[in-house]
């Protein structure tokens, strides 16, 4: 048996949005059950996000420490951000994300994993890419606001972020992934066994 999500949409009988945000919104479906029965199903809708495993030179990853309301953390993270235009290409947004973030840029790119986050409840999909060959973005720093005024930059051992996840003291999700994702690609086929950074994406399309 081959291992593999596979894509599959039961019918849906109705559908409305009972709230719109900024960036997200709560769409509620009555889909058919495979007995027959309907239920309704509350989610949030969301455009995609991108995030970056900057790995440099020293094997240390580049994290960033920012406050998130929803779960009352300061959470060390990696860079990430919002597919804010639909059909955008995700290594373009993580690119950018890298420089407006952290004011680098990278020469080499791939992609290293692709996951829902939160599948029961939210259809975000995210790109988490790798990205080494760091060096400094020319041009002048772009100017953060809101949450990201407040936060911290640091670059962390792969080793001690790895030991942090396993010891339960950190918990972002693109994070978690990057770090056992990356280790688990060093100790099999080797970063150049990574899909290219342009890579097909079925959950967010985006045009070749």
Partial sequence: MTIQDTPEEWRVTATSTP???NKTSV???D????DGTVVGRDYQVHPGSVAVLAL???DRVLVLRQYRHPVRHKLWEIPAGLLDVPGENPLHAAQRELYEEAHVKA???HVLTDVYTTPGGCDEAVR???ARGLSEAEGV???VAEEEADMELARVPLTELARGVLAGELHNNCLVVGVLSVLAARAGDGFEALR???APWPARPFPA
């Fill in 107 to 109: 020469e080499e790119w």
């Fill in 31 to 34: 889909v058919v059950m495979p």
């Fill in 128 to 130: 988490v890419f790798l």
């Fill in 27 to 29: 769409r509620t479906d």
């Fill in 19 to 21: 709230f719109r945000g």
């Fill in 141 to 143: 720093r772009f100017e």
């Fill in 56 to 58: 440099d030179d020293e």
């Fill in 196 to 198: 290219p950074a342009e």
